[in-house]
């Protein structure tokens, strides 16, 4: 499956954004989707991950402020991201993985392109 990420910005501390990965065929909704983001000098990082189920894991910096949901219906996978804070800032990964571990990605067999959130004070 072939995954388009956009949505990216240019945003103010405070405020919300939300991320799309549209996948290329119906085949999505077996997939677990997943969102990394990799900043300057730093490891590329999941940051929201959601089963084929809907169940969702969360790392402990995004937790009650972002939020991933998917239509498969659309094919689409999101990523909401609300009172983001300049830390934030990075490039947005989406990834599909179909044989995932229970909480996270296992070998993601695609990635989206990559999509740019810079957050400024």
């Known amino acids: 499956v072939q995954l388009q990420a956009s949505g990216g910005g240019l945003v103010q501390a405070g405020d919300s954004l939300r991320l799309s990965c549209v996948a290329s065929?119906?085949?999505?909704?077996?997939?677990?989707m997943g969102w990394f983001r990799q900043s300057p000098g730093k490891e590329r990082e999941l940051v929201a991950f959601?089963?084929?189920?809907?169940?969702?894991n969360y790392a402990d910096s995004v937790k009650g402020r972002f939020t991933i949901s998917r239509d498969n219906a659309k094919n689409t996978a999101y990523l909401q991201m609300n009172s983001l804070k300049l830390e934030d800032t990075a490039v947005y990964y989406c990834?599909?993985?179909?044989?995932?571990?229970?909480?996270?990605?296992?070998?993601?067999?695609?990635w989206g392109q990559g999509t740019l959130v810079t957050v400024s004070s």
């Open positions: 065929e119906p085949a999505f909704r077996y997939y677990a």
């Open positions: 959601i089963t084929s189920a809907g169940i969702t």
């Open positions: 990834a599909a993985d179909r044989f995932p571990l229970p909480s996270k990605m296992r070998s993601p067999d695609s």
